[in-house]
């Protein structure tokens, strides 16, 4: 699995973007980006994922950048409760040991 | 739908002692997930079950054991509980899709080991 590398805390200021970087520069080419977030130690929860293209749901945007070598978070209008710690993963089909870094804990202020 | 259910929620236990924690999913899906997490840390893989009947160790399985009952029920037992496994544990199930597919977790069990 490729590994990723994430930034240990950002801050936000309520009602703006959250753009939360990644870094999984040894992506190889059937592995997908997936985003996870935990909320204080609940369990985590899925957000987005992606291969190749943009995406975009009702929680997040996720961009991809051509060489797939990054990508980027986007929560579009952040609020208090989206503090928490996001969780940035790569996986490929049938593959089940995923490689769960320390994320990145986003602090979302009023 | 309850999703995964994860049981007990809370459990504290002396060193040597055993235990078994319980996890149910009721969405159908093939694949089920052990992971513990320690305080300040990503999630670590404990065993999987990829599908019904098979069963496979991650990145830190000593010092457990897993039984896949059925595709709805996984459970991980403790033989002789250590105070290095106090941890929260997470079960998760996901179904083979795109990037071996969305997982989806149960709230944890907190486990104290004295």
């Known amino acids: 699995d490729a590994k990723t590398t994430q930034p240990p805390s950002m801050d936000c200021a309520e009602g703006r973007a959250a753009n939360l970087p990644c870094n999984h520069s040894t992506i190889s080419g059937n592995e997908y980006v997936y985003w996870y977030r935990q909320i204080h130690s609940q369990g985590p929860q899925y957000i987005i994922h992606?291969?190749?293209?943009?995406e975009t749901n009702e929680m997040a945007s996720l961009i991809i950048t051509e060489d797939r070598k990054s990508s980027t978070l986007i929560l579009p209008h952040a609020t208090l409760r989206d503090t928490a710690v996001y969780y940035c993963i790569v996986r490929g089909d049938s593959n089940y040991q995923l490689i769960w870094g320390a994320g990145t804990k986003l602090i979302i202020k009023p | 739908n309850a999703g995964v259910t994860q049981t007990p929620k809370f459990q504290v236990l002396k060193t040597g002692q055993s235990m078994t924690l319980q996890c149910a999913q009721d969405?159908?899906?093939?694949?089920m997930y052990w992971y513990r997490q320690d305080p300040g840390m990503g999630l670590r893989l404990i065993y999987y079950?990829?599908?019904?009947?098979?069963?496979d160790k991650g990145e830190v399985p000593n010092g457990y054991n897993v039984s896949r009952l059925n595709k709805r029920e996984f459970s991980l037992r403790l033989e002789s509980a250590a105070p290095s496994q106090t941890s929260v544990y997470f079960c998760?199930?996901?179904?083979?899709?795109?990037?071996?597919?969305?997982?989806?977790f149960g709230e944890g069990s907190r486990l104290t080991v004295l």
């Open positions: 079950s990829a599908s019904e009947g098979t069963t």
């Open positions: 992606g291969l190749k293209n943009n």
């Open positions: 969405m159908n899906h093939n694949s």
């Open positions: 998760a199930s996901s179904e083979p899709g795109q990037g071996a597919g969305e997982l989806f």
